[in-house]
């Protein structure tokens, strides 16, 4: 397959800003294939504009983004189609079309990239993502204003993962879940990384997901990332705002939850499916 | 398994030792299927050993085609590496009946069933618009009694969005609807040699009828429609809710205001949309037909009497009430999605048109009856 180390985004020099206001300068950030990377920040700190511009959603001032090693800036439509095959993206509100049915809006990246596919296959594609995505078997038919918070991210990520992409974002996939629905996606998350070999480019608050799930995390503040690693690496890191998030009472809380589910983990000791 | 890598997914289709084998190669991943879900759709026969030794890469589409094969037509799975493996089980644990589409209904039913739906929205609407017809008096009454609630800041914000923004185009079409109708008049009214009448019916059917009336259709196109957006989006957004439950009535903050900036607004407007309409039909008659200015607002003060000008400021600001209470009150009723929003609005605009066309034949027959002629 694939090298060991390849980078699938490769952020260079990035800078953003909105008038007056400069929301990122010259900020670098590059995920390897297969991780799954959270990047946290303050609020306000540009983690959703830095992903608007890693998609081409938002023209950065300045810098130079990559994704699967081809530039991001400057290209056609028709050239940016092929990249935008190749991924999913979980938007913070779903950003389902309200106006067709989860199982249509499964189908619709679907239909746009590949036309030939039969309305059969269509149907049972749409079926089987719905079932895998953690959705009731009944929610095909309705419509997005019926479903709600969760399912409606669930419908999200089932329509993000139709292409069956290699890379995936998600934007805060965990906010407005309550803790069952919440351990349940971020272990959805696990389970398709593991099958499918997928990169994810995770923006969370939640502090549990990046203890569980998270292979690295990009911290973003004053208008950089400041420092990629694992959380580990990062507490050993003397930077004040690190420490706040980490060590806080809620960062110490999911710390613990962690050590012991690692525990009850060795404690099992079943072998790892990693390749 | 390298050596099919990055290649497009194929199956060949053999007879071994009295067995059909499907032997899939190349990636099943969705960008290099090409027609092969369409050939598998084509294979006859049943009890297929499925070999999946050839296979490079596999996504769950790839996963998927290989399980309904096996599942639909009885094969047996083997050569799979352990990957390719999970993958299929990972498929398998998801294949469960799921409803992808809304059940059809019977057609007759469909008919009966939309019929029947729509008389029950026709009277909800009816009974809902009257109700808050009743709400808005009653807050009016509130606002009366405790005058500092009225929300002034707010009405004369809406004062500037309904009335003077209105003036330009509500002008030109006044403008043009005065020259129209100075240019029919004229060329019937030539054959029996009464042209100077045209001035008779300019002055009249644009005070009477049609100054107010089309300033309506306008008022209601521009504003009511604006109205039940703007609500709707702020049902939607939880605005409206939020407001109440820090005490704010919507119902004086929202609906008021844009009511009584409505109906203050249409006799201003309907009155100048009149003006204006005058002096286009003035300016085709002066240039067509050789009557001076001077002439045509003369005869304009003795053939026009002063109870046309009472019957458009009567009518003007029952219209704004109407164009506005619609709007507002379907955009009140907004709750699901932006797709609600567009429809509500559309209804509004159509309702407040239909109410003010069908008020507007009952104040003609009114205002004969009680010798307005």
Redesign the interface.
């Given at each position: 397959?694939s090298g060991e180390d390849e980078i699938v985004i490769e952020v260079h020099g990035l800078s953003n800003s909105f008038g007056e206001a400069v929301i990122h300068d010259g900020l670098d950030l590059e995920v390897k294939r297969g991780e799954i990377l959270g990047v946290v920040g303050g609020s306000g700190t540009g983690k959703s504009v830095m992903m608007r511009s890693i998609i081409g959603l938002q023209r950065p001032d300045a810098g130079e983004v990559r994704v699967f090693g081809e530039p991001m800036l400057d290209r056609d439509e028709s050239e940016l189609q092929g990249i935008r095959?190749r991924w999913g993206i979980l938007f913070q509100g779903a950003a389902l079309f309200?106006?067709l049915?989860v199982?249509e809006n499964v189908q619709v990246p679907l239909r746009e990239f590949?036309p030939?596919?039969?309305e059969?296959?269509l149907?049972?594609?749409?079926?089987?993502?719905?079932?895998?995505v953690g959705l009731s078997?009944?929610a095909?038919?309705k419509?997005?204003?019926?479903l709600s918070g969760g399912m409606r991210k669930r419908a999200g990520i089932a329509r993000a993962l139709a292409?069956?992409p290699e890379l995936l974002f998600l934007d805060e996939p965990t906010a407005g879940l309550d803790p069952i629905g919440a351990a349940a996606f971020d272990q959805l998350i696990v389970?398709l990384r593991?099958?499918?070999g997928l990169t994810v480019f995770l923006i969370t608050h939640d502090l549990d997901t990046l203890y569980t799930i998270c292979d690295r995390v990009a911290v973003l503040a004053d208008k950089k990332v400041i420092a990629v690693g694992t959380i580990p690496e990062l507490l050993a890191l003397d930077h004040e705002w690190i420490q706040e998030y980490f060590r806080g009472p809620r960062g110490r809380a999911a710390e613990e939850a962690m050590e012991a589910e690692a525990e009850a983990r060795t404690a099992e000791a079943n072998g790892g499916?990693e390749? | 398994m390298n050596a099919a890598m990055s290649s497009v997914a194929r199956f060949t289709d053999t007879q071994e030792e009295g067995r059909r084998v499907l032997r899939f190669q190349g990636d099943l991943t969705l960008p290099r299927l090409g027609v092969l879900p369409n050939r598998l759709d084509r294979l006859k026969g049943r009890d297929f050993l499925i070999d999946l030794s050839g296979v490079g890469r596999m996504d769950t589409i790839g996963a998927w085609l290989v399980h309904r094969t096996a599942r639909e037509r009885g094969g047996e799975i083997v050569g799979a590496d352990p990957s390719l493996t999970t993958l299929l089980q990972q498929v398998e644990k998801a294949d469960q009946p799921v409803k992808v589409r809304p059940d059809p209904p019977a057609p007759f039913q469909r008919v009966l069933d939309q019929l029947g739906s729509a008389t029950v929205e026709a009277g909800r609407t009816f009974v809902g618009l009257l109700g808050f017809f009743g709400a808005m008096l009653i807050s009016i009454g509130f606002v009366f009694r405790h005058p500092r609630r009225f929300r002034i800041n707010a009405v004369v914000q809406r004062f500037e969005v309904v009335g003077v923004h209105a003036f330009g185009i509500i002008g030109l079409m006044s403008f043009l609807v005065g020259i129209v109708i100075a240019q029919q008049g004229a060329v019937q009214l030539r054959q029996f040699g009464a042209e100077v009448f045209t001035v008779n019916l300019i002055g009249r059917s644009s005070i009477k009828e049609l100054g107010v009336l089309m300033t309506a259709i306008m008022v209601a196109g521009r504003s009511g429609s604006s109205f039940a957006a703007q609500l709707g989006s702020m049902k939607l957004a939880e605005e409206v809710d939020a407001m109440r439950t820090i005490g704010v009535s919507p119902m004086e903050a929202l609906v008021l205001p844009r009511i009584f900036a409505t109906v203050l607004m249409m006799p201003l407007l309907g009155f100048y949309a009149a003006i204006v309409a005058i002096i286009g039909g003035g300016i085709f008659c002066w240039i067509s037909l050789d009557i001076p200015p001077v002439t045509f607002v003369q005869r304009m003060r003795e053939v026009v009497p002063r109870t046309d000008l009472w019957q458009l400021l009567i009518k003007a600001p029952v219209f704004g009430l109407i164009i506005s209470l619609a709007g507002c009150f379907q955009g009140m009723q907004v709750k699901s999605d932006a797709e609600e929003v567009g429809l509500r609005t559309t209804t509004a605009v159509v309702q407040a048109i239909f109410l003010v066309i069908v008020l507007d034949a009952f104040f003609a027959v009114f205002f004969t009856e009680i010798g307005w002629l």
């Amino acid at each position: 397959m694939s090298g060991e180390d390849e980078i699938v985004i490769e952020v260079h020099g990035l800078s953003n800003s909105f008038g007056e206001a400069v929301i990122h300068d010259g900020l670098d950030l590059e995920v390897k294939r297969g991780e799954i990377l959270g990047v946290v920040g303050g609020s306000g700190t540009g983690k959703s504009v830095m992903m608007r511009s890693i998609i081409g959603l938002q023209r950065p001032d300045a810098g130079e983004v990559r994704v699967f090693g081809e530039p991001m800036l400057d290209r056609d439509e028709s050239e940016l189609q092929g990249i935008r095959k190749r991924w999913g993206i979980l938007f913070q509100g779903a950003a389902l079309f309200s106006t067709l049915t989860v199982a249509e809006n499964v189908q619709v990246p679907l239909r746009e990239f590949y036309p030939r596919l039969s309305e059969k296959l269509l149907d049972e594609i749409a079926a089987y993502k719905i079932v895998m995505v953690g959705l009731s078997p009944d929610a095909g038919p309705k419509f997005p204003a019926e479903l709600s918070g969760g399912m409606r991210k669930r419908a999200g990520i089932a329509r993000a993962l139709a292409l069956d992409p290699e890379l995936l974002f998600l934007d805060e996939p965990t906010a407005g879940l309550d803790p069952i629905g919440a351990a349940a996606f971020d272990q959805l998350i696990v389970d398709l990384r593991e099958r499918l070999g997928l990169t994810v480019f995770l923006i969370t608050h939640d502090l549990d997901t990046l203890y569980t799930i998270c292979d690295r995390v990009a911290v973003l503040a004053d208008k950089k990332v400041i420092a990629v690693g694992t959380i580990p690496e990062l507490l050993a890191l003397d930077h004040e705002w690190i420490q706040e998030y980490f060590r806080g009472p809620r960062g110490r809380a999911a710390e613990e939850a962690m050590e012991a589910e690692a525990e009850a983990r060795t404690a099992e000791a079943n072998g790892g499916t990693e390749r | 398994m390298n050596a099919a890598m990055s290649s497009v997914a194929r199956f060949t289709d053999t007879q071994e030792e009295g067995r059909r084998v499907l032997r899939f190669q190349g990636d099943l991943t969705l960008p290099r299927l090409g027609v092969l879900p369409n050939r598998l759709d084509r294979l006859k026969g049943r009890d297929f050993l499925i070999d999946l030794s050839g296979v490079g890469r596999m996504d769950t589409i790839g996963a998927w085609l290989v399980h309904r094969t096996a599942r639909e037509r009885g094969g047996e799975i083997v050569g799979a590496d352990p990957s390719l493996t999970t993958l299929l089980q990972q498929v398998e644990k998801a294949d469960q009946p799921v409803k992808v589409r809304p059940d059809p209904p019977a057609p007759f039913q469909r008919v009966l069933d939309q019929l029947g739906s729509a008389t029950v929205e026709a009277g909800r609407t009816f009974v809902g618009l009257l109700g808050f017809f009743g709400a808005m008096l009653i807050s009016i009454g509130f606002v009366f009694r405790h005058p500092r609630r009225f929300r002034i800041n707010a009405v004369v914000q809406r004062f500037e969005v309904v009335g003077v923004h209105a003036f330009g185009i509500i002008g030109l079409m006044s403008f043009l609807v005065g020259i129209v109708i100075a240019q029919q008049g004229a060329v019937q009214l030539r054959q029996f040699g009464a042209e100077v009448f045209t001035v008779n019916l300019i002055g009249r059917s644009s005070i009477k009828e049609l100054g107010v009336l089309m300033t309506a259709i306008m008022v209601a196109g521009r504003s009511g429609s604006s109205f039940a957006a703007q609500l709707g989006s702020m049902k939607l957004a939880e605005e409206v809710d939020a407001m109440r439950t820090i005490g704010v009535s919507p119902m004086e903050a929202l609906v008021l205001p844009r009511i009584f900036a409505t109906v203050l607004m249409m006799p201003l407007l309907g009155f100048y949309a009149a003006i204006v309409a005058i002096i286009g039909g003035g300016i085709f008659c002066w240039i067509s037909l050789d009557i001076p200015p001077v002439t045509f607002v003369q005869r304009m003060r003795e053939v026009v009497p002063r109870t046309d000008l009472w019957q458009l400021l009567i009518k003007a600001p029952v219209f704004g009430l109407i164009i506005s209470l619609a709007g507002c009150f379907q955009g009140m009723q907004v709750k699901s999605d932006a797709e609600e929003v567009g429809l509500r609005t559309t209804t509004a605009v159509v309702q407040a048109i239909f109410l003010v066309i069908v008020l507007d034949a009952f104040f003609a027959v009114f205002f004969t009856e009680i010798g307005w002629l």
